[in-house]
């Protein structure tokens, strides 16, 4: 079965405050957490931006403002991909805060942009000031950076 769920939530930058469309073969939410669950083959898209694992799971909470539910947290297990005009990912696991703008990606972890491409086992990334961070992993794996050619 395929869900399609309209959500208001904050991911990314390209993902400000918009409508998303989630599928996914299942859905749970959980008010009293205030958390939704989306289980298999899990495609959020939103505009120019999709996201896609074998799960995700968002904590949401009510924007005193305006009333309407904004994303505080989310998290992607399992196969995650990420595609963007400007970059792609892909990981194990990824885990975003709008707090504090920060994407985390684990496992197996890589970035590819215009500038080139990034692995390590953990990247952490301010989607704000782009400031990133990549850590090679306890088992002793080095981080790569890989420049493309016409990067001056």
């Known amino acids: 079965m395929k869900l399609s769920v309209w959500l208001i939530l904050l ?59 904004v994303l505080k947290q989310a998290e992607a297990i399992g196969k995650v991909d990420i595609d963007t005009p400007d970059s792609k990912g892909k990981s194990d696991y990824a885990l975003f805060t709008t707090t504090s703008n920060v994407l985390v990606m684990k496992g197996n972890a890589h970035m590819t942009s215009q500038q080139g491409t990034v692995e390590g086992e953990h990247i952490t990334y301010n989607t704000k000031t782009k400031d990133t961070k990549v850590v090679g992993g306890d088992s002793g794996k080095q981080v790569r950076f890989t420049f493309d050619e016409d990067v001056q």
């Open 11 to 69: 991911l990314l930058p390209s993902w400000a405050l918009a409508a998303m469309t989630v599928d996914a073969d299942r859905f749970e939410l959980v008010q009293g957490k205030q958390q939704a669950d989306f289980y298999g083959h899990v495609v959020v898209k939103r505009e120019d931006m999709t996201l896609k694992a074998e799960k995700v799971r968002v904590w949401y909470q009510d924007n005193k403002t305006t009333g309407k539910r």
